[in-house]
C-alpha cells in the first residue's frame, strides 16, 4: 500500500494561488490513480479531481474547473494540485487519495483506499 504526504498548504489572499504536493511511497505508484479531496469544517469530504495512473486524463469538480490543475510525475513520486484564482469557498483541508485498482475517476471519497493527512488551505477575503 502505497504511503503519502501531502504539502504547500498555507494562507493566501482571495485570487491567489498556491500549489500542493502529494508525495508517495513506493515503487510501483505508477500503478496508482490519485485524487485530490478537501473537507471544509463542519462539511462533507468532496471531490475536487483525480488523474488516471498514465497522466492521460484528468477529471475535475466543476466548481474547480478551470482553476484547478492536476499533473504528475512518476519519476519522482509526486502529484501535484496546481490552484489559481482561489476563493474563500476553497478553505479546507485537502487530501491526496490513491488507489491501484479501478477507474481514475470516481468522485466518492470512500472507494479511495490510501490517503495522506492532509493540508490546510486558507483562502482570505
Known amino acids: 500500500q502505497v504511503q503519502l504526504v501531502e504539502s504547500g498548504g498555507g494562507l493566501v489572499q482571495a485570487g491567489g494561488s498556491l500549489r500542493l504536493t502529494c508525495a508517495a511511497s513506493g515503487r510501483t505508484f505508477s500503478s496508482y490513480a490519485v485524487g485530490w479531496f478537501r473537507q471544509a469544517a463542519g462539511k462533507e469530504r468532496e471531490f475536487v479531481g483525480s488523474?488516471?495512473?498514465?497522466?492521460?486524463?484528468?477529471y475535475y469538480a466543476d466548481s474547480m474547473k478551470g482553476r484547478f490543475t492536476i499533473s504528475r510525475d512518476n519519476a519522482k513520486n509526486t502529484v501535484y494540485l496546481q490552484m489559481n484564482s482561489l476563493k474563500p469557498e476553497d478553505t479546507a483541508v485537502y487530501y491526496c487519495?490513491?488507489?491501484?485498482w479501478g477507474s481514475g475517476y470516481d468522485p466518492n471519497w470512500e472507494n479511495w483506499r490510501s490517503w495522506g493527512q492532509g493540508t490546510q488551505v486558507t483562502v482570505s477575503a
Open positions: 488523474i488516471t495512473r498514465s497522466e492521460s486524463s484528468t
Open positions: 487519495a490513491a488507489r491501484q
